[in-house]
């Protein structure tokens, strides 16, 4: 898979821009999906991506979690390697969110954020960065973000406009990250 970096002269200044993250490997389905947590693979991928978006330039204003543990886990390692000091918000919602009501979330994301990052689900992180894909973006960031969506893979998007304004169709693809490490 392609592992396009963003540098520090992708992105329009004046541009919003969003990562959509899927929770790093988890452990296998038990009793409580929620409490399911990180394996040690997981755990070295959250901090590798981490350390990716960092030296992408990265530096999310705000952070929307699903409030199961391995999303605020992948969260806490990334965080920690990209020397992020953020409280992101953690939104039950998100666990089974459609993605719509994902895209609706980001949304509601404060003015002053130039830079969010969701940390999120499959189905949903996979479908929702396909949605927001207006197809003007890097080609071959596309065409390994269509190839699969594995546990901690990354899509970063631009977009110009209002959070409100977000809509399918409406952000470039700048760049995916597969998720391992």
């Given at each position: 898979m392609h592992n396009h970096r963003v540098t520090s002269s992708d992105p329009v200044p004046s541009q919003r821009r969003v990562v959509l993250m899927r929770h790093a490997k988890a452990e296998a389905w038990g009793q409580d999906d929620h409490a399911r947590r990180l394996t040690g693979q997981g755990r070295a991928d959250a901090a590798a991506a981490g350390r990716w978006l960092s030296e992408s330039a990265f530096t999310p204003d705000h952070a929307l979690l699903s409030s199961a543990i391995r999303t605020r886990e992948t969260w806490a390692l990334a965080a920690e390697a990209a020397g992020w000091d953020l409280t992101p918000a953690i939104e039950e919602g998100l666990f089974s969110a459609s993605p719509e009501a994902a895209l609706d979330l980001i949304r509601e994301s404060p003015a002053h954020a130039h830079a969010v990052i969701v940390v999120g689900h499959n189905p949903t992180i996979a479908y929702l960065a396909q949605l927001l894909d207006d197809g003007s973006g890097d080609t071959e960031a596309g065409a390994a973000m269509v190839g699969?969506?594995?546990?901690?893979?990354?899509?970063?998007?631009?977009?110009?406009g209002d959070w409100a304004d977000l809509d399918?169709?409406?952000?470039?693809?700048?760049?995916?990250?597969p998720g391992h490490s």
């Open positions: 699969g969506y594995p546990p901690c893979a990354m899509a970063v998007f631009g977009f110009d399918m169709a409406s952000a470039s693809l700048q760049a995916f990250h």
